[in-house]
């Protein structure tokens, strides 16, 4: 299903004699995805995700609700009105939310961390680059080639590219 302005909000997949995958978003005032609902069916489990943008219109926060299914109703959270005040107030009622915002450096907004799960544990390279981080408790170090696209993520990753440039693949080392 599309909305008024012709972006996707609903999606519906169904494998031949297999479960149905199911995804709706609610998109905010300049139609950013704030609430994203999505699970398999039939399943126990639904899923519930929303996000929040700050005044430069960078990711701010994201919530996250795993739990039995039905997910839960985002029927007040109206296609281009919904605010990132709306997700958040949403976001707080909602028992067994979790929150990561999103912390940025005062001077160009690089991003410094999300929640407890991500934290970058060094100065940024050349243009920016990332080099080190963190992920879940575990260090992780990001090598890049002389045009700055990212080539390995270690430990676990190789990211190759098309002749265009384009990521073409992402390998996991351990098992390729």
Do not use: C
Not at 83 to 110: E, I, K, S, Y
Not at 157 to 175: C, I, K, Q, S
């Amino acid at each position: 299903a599309l909305d008024g302005l012709g972006r996707r909000v609903r999606w519906d997949f169904v494998a031949e004699n297999g479960p149905a995958y199911k995804a709706e978003v609610v998109r905010d005032v300049v139609g950013r995805v704030a609430s994203l609902t999505f699970g398999f069916t039939p399943s126990a489990t639904a899923h519930w995700r929303g996000y929040g943008y700050d005044a430069a219109t960078r990711l701010s926060d994201a919530w996250s609700w795993d739990g039995p299914a039905p997910a839960p109703d985002v029927s007040a959270l109206l296609h281009h009105e919904v605010g990132a005040g709306q997700v958040a107030a949403f976001a707080n009622d909602l028992a067994g939310v979790l929150h990561a915002p999103f912390d940025r450096a005062p001077q160009g907004g690089d991003l410094l961390s999300i929640g407890d799960a991500y934290e970058v544990t060094s100065a940024r390279g050349p243009g920016h680059r990332l080099t080190a981080l963190e992920v879940d408790g575990v260090a992780v170090t990001v090598d890049h080639d002389a045009t700055g696209r990212v080539v390995e993520a270690n430990p676990g990753y190789a990211f190759e590219y098309d002749p265009d440039e384009r990521l073409m693949a992402v390998r996991d080392v351990g098992t390729g």
